[in-house]
């Protein structure tokens, strides 16, 4: 909810709100915590704030409870209590439902989600197919004979089938492209077939997401673009590939915006230990270098894991706004843990944050924002305020129907295959194959020509022969009487 001065108010310590400044929104956060103590309310009531505020979100619903932010709240007893001893209603606090878009990759349980394999790029993709670093090379090369050739990358089969072309002219290219080898080609294509198989086609194609589209606003609120992600995380690597793809898109779609007052987007990034688990370090410096630049755009990113400690410190420090949920320490790491994550905050003399952050309860956080000047506020220990959505699943009926009469809907369903690289390579072996078809056909009737030539040639000389042979047998005979009979006249 917002605050009078339409700050967003998150949570409630000591009869006041703790509030976060609209402008500072683009600052990105962090939300930890162990699993259970509250770290997905704690989003939708966020994403619920800056819904009020005017600005879209973004989240990836891991267990499918978001998807009730679409409708009003109240349907727990619990967060009518809260409620109740917060005095919310005294502040303007009342049960709503916002305004949502589902979307799916799977296109099972939202609008479909589509990228293109061009758009993806080489190293994102790379990461995907868990190519190794001479097979990503050649993948890198692979992308690159498509562009020199105006081949486009749309979907897998696109892919196989450059990749089909590359292996079979592979002695062609490489004085031009450096080593093909066989064997990587080979690697990827296993890989790519692997990925087609566990549903991947589904993604790669067009309509491809635009941007606009997670961007839109309803009678003032900002949509809350949600994206159902139990099925996409059965596959951790896909599901932080696809969020990490859909961060770059937004830095290299979003034009620069400067100091705003209140953040463009805001995206937030749950499981977040994931995209950094056993990532390379070019992967993590560009991770890092998203995540700085793409605050001048107006996006604001907010990452979701159970300890600090998850994510990298080159992150890690540019993460304005942090909220901490409980945190167990049972072990020498856990206790470690927990000391570094008490160490972040700027310290409050009414508590010690260590000794807090062991007896939170659930939806207690400690908490400190950003101030109006950028600065870390004291950290606060508070309860977080309840949503004024409903805590939950969305009825699956209710679901469909609003999926149904999305517009959106309506121009991402229905997948279009136009002409890309697979039948561009397809027309292209087609015209070879007829040129060599043509080349055959003229060559056989250049043989047929010369033999026939031959043929005559060698009628002709036997026809010479069998007269000269006459001639030496008959002719000369006869002349020689002749003549011999009119000399002895």
């Given at each position: 909810?917002?605050?009078?001065?339409?700050?967003?108010?998150?949570?409630?310590?000591?009869?006041?709100?703790?509030?976060?400044?609209?402008?500072?929104?683009?600052?990105?956060?962090?939300?930890?915590?162990?699993?259970?103590?509250?770290?997905?309310?704690?989003?939708?009531?966020?994403?619920?704030?800056?819904?009020?505020?005017?600005?879209?979100?973004?989240?990836?619903?891991?267990?499918g409870d978001l998807s009730g932010v679409a409708v009003a709240g109240g349907n727990r007893e619990s967060v009518n209590q809260r409620v109740r001893d917060c005095r919310l209603e005294?502040?303007?606090?009342?049960?709503?439902?916002?305004?949502?878009?589902?979307?799916?990759?799977?296109?099972?349980?939202?609008?479909?989600?589509?990228?293109?394999?061009?758009?993806?790029?080489?190293?994102?993709?790379a990461r995907?197919?868990?190519?190794?670093?001479?097979?990503?090379?050649?993948?890198?090369?692979?992308?690159?004979?498509?562009?020199?050739?105006?081949?486009?990358?749309?979907?897998?089969?696109?892919?196989?089938?450059?990749?089909?072309?590359?292996?079979?002219?592979?002695?062609?290219?490489?004085?031009?492209?450096g080593n093909l080898p066989a064997n990587s080609i080979g690697a990827i294509q296993r890989n790519v077939m692997a990925l087609q198989q566990e549903g991947a086609d589904d993604f790669f194609g067009e309509p491809a997401l635009n941007i606009e589209d997670l961007m839109h606003t309803v009678d003032g609120r900002g949509v809350i673009n949600i994206l159902a992600a139990d099925q996409l995380m059965q596959s951790?690597?896909?599901?932080?590939?696809?969020?990490?793809w859909l961060l770059t898109k937004l830095?290299?779609?979003?034009?620069?915006?400067?100091?705003?007052?209140?953040?463009?987007?805001?995206?937030?990034?749950?499981?977040?230990?994931?995209?950094?688990?056993?990532?390379p370090r070019v992967l993590v410096e560009r991770i890092e270098q998203v995540v700085r630049l793409i605050r001048s755009k107006g996006v604001g990113i907010f990452f979701l894991s159970q300890s600090p400690t998850d994510i990298p410190d080159s992150v890690l420090?540019?993460?304005?706004?942090?909220?901490?949920?409980?945190?167990?320490a049972y072990t020498p790491n856990d206790i470690k843990g927990l000391k570094a994550a008490a160490r972040s905050f700027r310290a409050n003399p009414a508590f010690d944050a260590e000794s807090a952050i062991a007896e939170l309860g659930i939806g207690e956080a400690l908490i400190s924002f950003l101030d109006a000047k950028g600065v870390p506020a004291p950290v606060e220990r508070a309860w977080i305020l309840p949503p004024q959505g409903q805590i939950g699943p969305l009825d699956a009926a209710q679901r469909e129907?609003?999926?149904q009469t999305s517009l959106l809907y309506r121009v991402y369903a229905e997948k279009k295959d136009r002409f890309s690289a697979f039948e561009a390579l397809n027309a292209q072996q087609a015209e070879d194959q007829?040129?060599?078809?043509?080349?055959?056909?003229?060559?056989?009737?250049?043989?047929?020509?010369?033999?026939?030539?031959?043929?005559?040639?060698?009628?002709?000389?036997?026809?010479?022969?069998?007269?000269?042979?006459?001639?030496?047998?008959?002719?000369?005979?006869?002349?020689?009487?002749?003549?011999?009979?009119m000399f002895r006249r």
């Open positions: 909810m917002l605050d009078t001065t339409n700050r967003a108010a998150v949570a409630f310590a000591n009869g006041s709100f703790v509030c976060l400044s609209p402008a500072m929104g683009n600052r990105h956060g962090l939300i930890s915590g162990a699993t259970g103590t509250g770290k997905t309310v704690t989003l939708q009531t966020l994403a619920e704030t800056f819904s009020q505020m005017g600005v879209p979100v973004f989240a990836a619903d891991i267990k005294d502040h303007g606090f009342a049960f709503r439902g916002f305004p949502v878009q589902f979307w799916d990759v799977f296109g099972l349980q939202g609008i479909p989600v589509r990228a293109t394999v061009a758009d993806m790029g080489d190293m994102l993709l995907l197919l868990q190519l190794n670093d001479t097979q990503s090379a050649v993948l890198a090369m692979i992308f690159k004979i498509a562009k020199d050739m105006s081949l486009e990358l749309t979907d897998l089969k696109d892919l196989q089938k450059t990749l089909e072309y590359t292996r079979a002219n592979a002695p062609r290219l490489s004085p031009a492209y951790p690597r896909a599901y932080t590939t696809f969020l990490l830095f290299t779609s979003l034009p620069e915006a400067g100091d705003r007052d209140k953040p463009a987007l805001v995206f937030f990034f749950d499981e977040a230990h994931l995209l950094f688990a056993n990532a420090g540019q993460l304005g706004n942090r909220v901490q949920h409980a945190l167990r129907s609003m999926l007829r040129q060599k078809e043509e080349a055959q056909q003229l060559a056989q009737a250049q043989k047929a020509a010369q033999d026939e030539e031959k043929r005559k040639e060698k009628e002709k000389a036997q026809q010479i022969r069998f007269w000269s042979g006459v001639a030496k047998s008959v002719l000369v005979p006869i002349v020689r009487r002749f003549l011999a009979g």
